[in-house]
């Protein structure tokens, strides 16, 4: 009997138990579920990790293009409420009218999205029709030339910072992110663009050394409040953003470095002309129609790492849009295959781009090179509006992980280069990152 009832014990034990794990189960898994649902509800705090830079989401968008009002090589950098106006365009190769908006998008200075909720940093909607376009004229690539000025009367920034525009189809998703920024003046920059100081630099690289003055402004940490980036071309791959002041001084924070602040110079970049295309420019082998397309055939290239320094006239990797044989460019200017060419032995750690403010300064795919190899040779083609271009050809060193220009361009501390310096400021407190000073200076004088 005693054994029975020990047995019947052992049994209803063993029920509990497994009855409390199964209950545990179930309670695991619901957490699990209503866990998921918490992520799914948090995501726009994850997008907010996702750095924003100048793209274009869909192949039909082209040739977008972010400046000052009548300053077509300007930075898209406006003053806080100023009468400063920016000037946005892009083409639609669909050649139709769609129900394109936009709206803005507060960033830190990493081009990550702030903390800020779209009402603290706008005045007025939130969003705005595109509503200027015109379709284009006495063009072989027709397509739809869209544009809209900013601040307008019905969306204004009100905060200084990094923004981008985001641009979006009514009813779909994005098309264009395009970068711009908003100016506060706080502080003032005063630089010096000299030859690097360290013996094995001084022939290949320039240094930047530079004073922040902030009499008005009060910085009670400037190890941590103030960010500073300089951009060489205002590039983005070889940016220098993790600078301290090495001296402190009364409303002064000194970087005067020897190394941390230098760029390689590179050399003056090539250039290309087709703002005809009845008469072949400098640059231009050849002109061709294949009744569906333009095609422009640039003469061979040569590398040139190796080649004294010669000045060539540029406009530091930037582009021009225009067509000789139109009154409005914007809408006369026509569509051409650009074909390059360079000979040389295939490089086997790495890639060939092309690069430029045509590229948004990055390395993209449809801007690879291609080696062939009867002719011994990298080709390549790109689908460009009608101007006056820069370009240099970048390697994607894969045995390295950088980008190397200077592998084919050849780097010299004569080449003349805009470096630009972007001054932020962050007090203990603050959900933002405020623009409060700018310089761009050059190295022109080096030479």
């Known amino acids: 009997m005693k054994i029975n009832n020990i047995l019947t014990l052992?049994?209803?034990?063993?029920?509990?138990?497994?009855?409390?794990?199964?209950?545990?189960?179930?309670?695991?898994?619901?957490?699990?579920?209503?866990?998921?649902?918490?992520?799914?509800?948090?995501?726009?705090?994850?997008?907010?990790?996702i750095t924003y830079r100048n793209q274009i989401i869909t192949p039909n968008i082209k040739t977008v293009l972010c400046h000052k009002k009548e300053e077509e090589l300007s930075l898209a950098i406006i003053n806080l409420n100023s009468d400063n106006k920016l000037?946005?365009?892009?083409?639609?190769?669909?050649?139709?009218?769609?129900?394109?908006?936009?709206?803005?998008?507060?960033?830190?200075?990493?081009?990550?999205?702030?903390?800020?909720?779209?009402?603290?940093?706008?005045?007025?909607?939130?969003?705005?029709?595109?509503?200027?376009?015109?379709?284009?004229?006495?063009?072989?690539?027709?397509?739809?030339?869209?544009?809209?000025?900013?601040?307008?009367?019905?969306?204004?920034?009100?905060?200084?910072?990094?923004?981008?525009?985001?641009?979006?189809?009514?009813?779909?998703?994005?098309?264009?992110?395009?970068?711009?920024?908003?100016?506060?003046?706080?502080?003032?920059?005063?630089?010096?663009?000299?030859r690097a100081t360290l013996a094995q630099d001084r022939k290949t690289k320039h240094e930047i050394d530079f004073t922040i003055k902030h009499p008005n402004l009060i910085i009670a940490d400037p190890f941590s409040d103030i960010k500073v980036h300089i951009k060489q071309n205002n590039k983005e791959d070889n940016a220098i953003t993790d600078l301290a002041p090495q001296f402190v001084r009364n409303d002064e924070l000194i970087y005067d470095y020897e190394d941390g602040n230098t760029f390689l110079g590179?050399?003056?970049?090539?250039?290309?002309?087709?703002?005809?295309?009845?008469?072949?420019?400098?640059?231009?082998?050849?002109?061709?129609?294949?009744?569906?397309?333009?095609?422009?055939?640039?003469?061979?290239?040569?590398?040139?790492?190796?080649?004294?320094?010669?000045?060539?006239?540029?406009?530091?990797?930037n582009f021009i849009i225009e067509s000789q044989e139109g009154w409005n460019s914007s809408i006369e200017a026509d569509y051409a295959f650009v074909h390059f060419t360079l000979p040389m032995q295939k490089i086997n750690y790495g890639d060939l781009y092309l690069i430029g403010a045509f590229s948004d300064w990055e390395i993209k795919k449809d801007l690879k090179l291609k080696y062939n190899i009867d002719q011994k040779q990298y080709e390549g083609s790109i689908y460009l509006?009608?101007?006056?271009?820069?370009?240099?050809?970048?390697?994607?060193?894969?045995?390295?992980?950088?980008?190397?220009?200077?592998?084919?361009?050849?780097?010299?501390?004569?080449?003349?280069?805009?470096?630009?310096?972007?001054?932020?400021?962050?007090?203990?407190?603050?959900?933002?990152?405020?623009?409060?000073?700018?310089?761009?200076?050059?190295?022109?004088e080096l030479f």
């Open 10 to 49: 052992l049994l209803s034990g063993s029920f509990i138990i497994l009855s409390c794990h199964s209950t545990k189960q179930i309670h695991e898994d619901s957490y699990t579920e209503i866990d998921t649902t918490f992520t799914e509800k948090k995501q726009p705090k994850i997008e907010q990790l």
């Open 87 to 194: 000037l946005i365009s892009f083409d639609d190769l669909d050649a139709d009218r769609k129900d394109y908006l936009y709206t803005i998008i507060h960033c830190n200075s990493d081009w990550t999205a702030s903390d800020l909720m779209q009402s603290e940093y706008i005045n007025g909607f939130t969003e705005e029709p595109i509503s200027d376009y015109t379709f284009s004229f006495n063009t072989i690539q027709k397509y739809t030339h869209y544009q809209f000025e900013f601040p307008s009367i019905n969306i204004k920034p009100t905060l200084s910072g990094n923004y981008v525009f985001k641009v979006y189809e009514e009813n779909g998703g994005a098309i264009i992110y395009k970068r711009f920024m908003v100016l506060d003046t706080k502080v003032y920059v005063e630089a010096n663009v000299r």
């Open 266 to 317: 590179n050399n003056e970049f090539r250039h290309f002309d087709f703002k005809s295309l009845r008469y072949q420019s400098e640059k231009v082998k050849s002109i061709d129609f294949d009744s569906t397309y333009n095609h422009v055939f640039l003469f061979n290239d040569k590398t040139r790492p190796f080649d004294r320094y010669s000045i060539i006239p540029d406009i530091n990797g």
């Open 385 to 444: 509006k009608q101007g006056y271009y820069n370009y240099h050809y970048a390697l994607n060193d894969t045995s390295k992980n950088l980008v190397d220009i200077s592998f084919i361009e050849g780097t010299h501390y004569q080449t003349r280069n805009d470096y630009y310096v972007y001054v932020y400021y962050r007090k203990s407190g603050d959900k933002y990152d405020r623009f409060v000073g700018f310089l761009k200076t050059s190295s022109k």
